[in-house]
């Protein structure tokens, strides 16, 4: 399990470097920055889906909390004038502001009916965007929310270039990833897990569910927030369809292909498919039905996702050292 | 508000209403019976709709014969996909399902994009004409459509409370385990009940289509609806359906009429929002685990 870990710290890092060291590779290629801009949002938005599925939930209202966030950033810029560096704390303070408040009644529900639920709050979200024209701009949505500018040491750096932008975005990702990878380490973790795995038990063994469920709750909509804030200021145009329910489904497709088991499975989800979209963006409507297939073949075939390869590929190694003496040393294990 | 728009918007309400819980039953049965999330159920409604629009409009054979071809065909397309793809994923975690038919909304509709195009089509009235009711203009058309719907429940209600068959389908819903041991095949009701629940959404697409107009990506907002009612209603219940059916029926109508189709979808989902609070398993619905 040791020698597992510090591989895995490994191969993340070399991710990391290869990440950090993209735009040299890809010669500054504005295309492929934009792709890496798009990869991080979804990796933030997946992974922070995937804090509220730790606890054995999937909420659809995640893309409206993300659009709450995008908004409040976009507003307070375009009215207020005020930089994003301000901004995108209240816009996840925004978000998760509302989440506190909606979650304590959502959290009654259960199942199919929280699936239910939540999607009901992320439409009733993005309808309020569309029906309020003079506050929020209806259906048009809001234009010119400019990417920020930073002066640092005398160094002046304009987040309208891409690369400046990719830093951030990568930066913001990485922190998000981060935490929410120490909050799974965690005895909270555990205990979203033990939720997960059993609710009556979790509840026997004296443990507070409505709680944890509204705190995890919250947190990861602070975090789709912050993703929104972002994605705002570098897209500089939002409209209420962005934020609706294919973004979330889009999110729970990346978290499915990619692993519900560890933080690992969103992130492969996210980067890889968000790199096979747009590979197969000049099919036009087949990419769509592509991405369909993948799905279906995924749950069907690979429901672990992903993340389970690594394991596969070990035990396959293992069996070929073993030369068939013994079983397996470590099978693949869907559950945590 | 005068009587005649009260008259219209009422009249509109029970019309949108039947139709709604037509689809909302067919999914209801699906949920109840299997316990999985069937998500693209309305796909199913939009491909019923076009199976009787190339037979009606483009092939010009009669018109209720295509609404039983169509259900037909959407009865064995929906009996493969519960085979292939939903019966191994019975008693899993819903995820799976959920995303199983996710796949298949990507599929369906941009298949429909592709190989129906992108017009917006309409299916010919077969009854032209109108009456007046207390001053709200009331057409056969609808009226005809309305009738076909409630018998259609009628018989549905008939079938599940008196054949042996749907007692037995409504034993399964209520509990897997021993109507098994009773004798009852659930495999079998299984896929009976998925071609049964994707037959009557094809039927209320073929309706929906004749009265309103057809596009390949109508399905999700057919799905919207179903699942607002059905989790309105309770999983897995007829009269929790109909009643569902209803109230999104008269809050489409009176609320687009009054106010505006936004206001309509975001008290439709409000609705909802506060049912679950004070009622977490729905109207009249079981709770799962």
Redesign the interface.
């Known amino acids: 399990m040791n020698e597992k870990t510090k591989l895995a710290t490994i191969s993340w890092s070399l991710v990391l470097i290869l990440a950090l060291l993209l735009p040299v590779f890809c010669n500054y290629d504005k295309y492929i920055l934009h792709t890496g801009i798009s990869i991080a949002f979804n990796i933030a938005l997946a992974t922070s889906m995937w804090l509220i599925w730790t606890l054995g939930f999937v909420s659809f209202a995640h893309a409206g909390f993300m659009g709450i966030g995008a908004y409040t950033s976009a507003l307070l810029f375009t009215r207020l004038g005020w930089p994003l560096w301000v901004n995108m704390w209240l816009a996840a303070g925004m978000a998760a502001m509302i989440a506190l408040i909606i979650s304590v009644p959502l959290m009654r529900t259960r199942a199919v009916y929280f699936f239910m639920a939540s999607w009901a709050i992320g439409e009733v979200i993005k309808r309020i965007f569309a029906y309020y024209r003079e506050f929020f701009g209806g259906w048009d949505g809001i234009f010119d929310i400019l990417p920020p500018k930073l002066s640092i040491f005398g160094l002046k750096i304009d987040f309208a270039s891409r690369i400046a932008y990719y830093y951030l975005a990568l930066v913001f990702c990485t922190l998000i990833v981060y935490a929410i990878y120490r909050i799974n380490r965690s005895r909270t973790g555990m205990i979203y897990w033990s939720i997960h795995e059993g609710e009556t038990l979790a509840q026997h063994v004296g443990i507070n569910i409505l709680k944890h469920k509204v705190i995890a709750f919250t947190v990861a909509c602070f975090f789709a927030g912050l993703t929104g804030a972002l994605y705002a200021h570098y897209h500089t145009y939002i409209n209420p369809k962005t934020f609706d329910i294919w973004q979330s489904e889009f999110s729970l497709v990346h978290i499915i292909v990619g692993g519900l088991n560890t933080v690992a499975g969103p992130i492969l989800g996210a980067l890889i498919l968000t790199i096979v979209d747009e590979l197969l963006r000049p099919t036009g409507y087949y990419r769509v039905i592509f991405f369909g297939i993948i799905v279906i073949l995924t749950v069907l075939f690979m429901p672990g996702g992903l993340e389970t390869i690594p394991d596969k590929v070990r035990s396959l190694v293992n069996r070929f050292r073993n030369n068939r003496k013994e079983a397996p040393a470590d099978a693949v294990t869907y559950h945590r | 508000m005068s009587l005649d728009t009260f008259t219209q918007m009422t009249l509109t309400g029970v019309n949108l209403g039947l139709m709604y819980a037509l689809i909302a039953i067919g999914l209801t049965l699906i949920?109840g019976i299997m316990r999985i999330?069937q998500y693209a159920h309305g796909e199913l409604f939009m491909l019923g709709a076009y199976v009787l629009y190339y037979w009606f409009a483009v092939l010009k054979w009669p018109y209720w014969l295509g609404i039983i071809a169509s259900a037909v065909i959407i009865f064995i397309l929906g009996v493969g996909l519960q085979v292939l793809?939903f019966r191994?994923?019975h008693g899993k975690n819903?995820?799976?399902s959920?995303?199983?038919s996710?796949?298949?909304?990507?599929?369906i509709?941009?298949?429909g994009?592709?190989g129906f195009g992108t017009v917006v089509r309409g299916i010919p009235s077969i009854v032209t004409g109108g009456v007046f009711i207390l001053g709200a203009f009331f057409t056969y058309e609808r009226m005809v459509i309305s009738l076909f719907s409630a018998v259609l429940i009628a018989a549905l209600w008939f079938f599940l409370q008196r054949t042996t068959l749907g007692i037995a389908m409504r034993a399964v819903s209520e509990d897997p385990e021993v109507s098994s041991l009773q004798g009852v095949n659930t495999q079998r009701i299984h896929w009976i009940a998925f071609g049964l629940g994707s037959a009557l959404a094809a039927v209320a697409g073929c309706l929906m289509g004749t009265l309103m107009s057809i596009v390949p990506t109508m399905g999700f907002m057919a799905t919207?609806k179903a699942?607002?009612i059905v989790?309105m209603g309770g999983?897995g219940s007829v009269v929790g359906a109909l009643i569902g059916g209803f109230i999104i029926g008269f809050i489409d109508s009176f609320l687009t009429t009054i106010i505006?189709a936004?206001?309509a979808?975001?008290m439709g989902?409000?609705a909802?929002?506060v049912i679950?609070?004070f009622k977490?398993?729905?109207l009249f619905g079981q709770?799962?685990?």
Request: net charge negative; glycine share 6%; proline share 5%.
């Open positions: 949920f999330i793809l191994p994923l819903i995820l799976y959920l995303a199983v996710m796949g298949l909304i990507f599929i509709s941009s298949g994009l592709i919207m699942f607002m989790i999983l505006s936004d206001v979808y975001i989902f409000m909802i929002f679950l609070v977490p398993a729905g709770q799962w685990e």
